[in-house]
């Protein structure tokens, strides 16, 4: 196909969304509006108005596979309702399950992010070091800056990945605390020994709790 064609912002809305549908297909990551303008040279607000349209179209004809926002882009999967089939098809999922202590501590930094090692400890009640890093390895977790207190200790935040990990298109679409590890477990992505993380565990009195007296702690944590 010709530049002057791609560059044509009297092209037909019938071509932008065949266009639409064959770049989401060969991703296997969300891509955002953004993207999508730059290699198809049309305006940003009507590339989302036909991936809206997609959208309803394929819901309309109960389409296999469907379009939905993930991670603040826009992503082509299969429908949910056929994934009974899918799960018989794919008896092993491909993502890494996350172990109760590593679920645990992937809620309370989702829940309360930005946090330090240090908090994420006080709320445990145990050394966090190895999940956390754990975590940081698998790409669901990363440092976020440091804390402005003795020892400027790192924060940790979600990242990207962990957002498509559970299907999220934004941190505001989390569910509930409560419904969190069941979210989990009945994807398949964790353990089926972790047990589900109490509100009280990722609770305002828990960080609260970390005081001036834990400041020799957040050096040694710095220096490591």
Request: hydrophobic share 40%; with cysteine.
């Amino acid at each position: 196909m010709s530049e002057d064609i791609l560059q044509n912002p009297e092209m037909e809305n019938a071509r932008i969304k065949s266009i639409l549908e064959s770049l989401l297909f060969v991703n296997e990551r969300p891509i955002d509006a953004g993207e999508l303008h730059g290699v198809i040279g049309v305006d940003k607000k009507r590339i989302e108005d036909c991936l809206n349209e997609l959208v309803n179209e394929y819901i309309a004809r109960n389409c296999g596979i469907c379009i939905v926002q993930i991670a603040g882009g826009y992503q082509m999967c299969t429908s949910p309702v056929n994934e009974l089939w899918i799960k018989k098809m794919y008896q092993e999922r491909g993502k890494q399950k996350l172990s109760a202590a590593a679920m645990e501590t992937l809620a309370i930094i989702a829940y309360k992010q930005p946090i330090t090692r240090i908090e994420i400890e006080a709320i445990r009640g145990v050394n966090a070091d190895v999940v956390t890093r754990n975590l940081e390895n698998m790409g669901l977790v990363k440092t976020a800056g440091r804390k402005e207190v003795i020892g400027r200790p790192f924060l940790y935040a979600t990242t990207g990945k962990f957002l498509e990990y559970f299907g999220l298109n934004e941190l505001k679409d989390l569910p509930p605390l409560e419904e969190f590890t069941q979210m989990a477990k009945a994807d398949g992505l964790v353990d089926e020994s972790a047990v589900d993380v109490p509100i009280e565990t990722v609770g305002e009195a828990a960080v609260e709790s970390v005081s001036d007296e834990n400041d020799n702690n957040i050096k040694e944590e710095v220096q490591e």
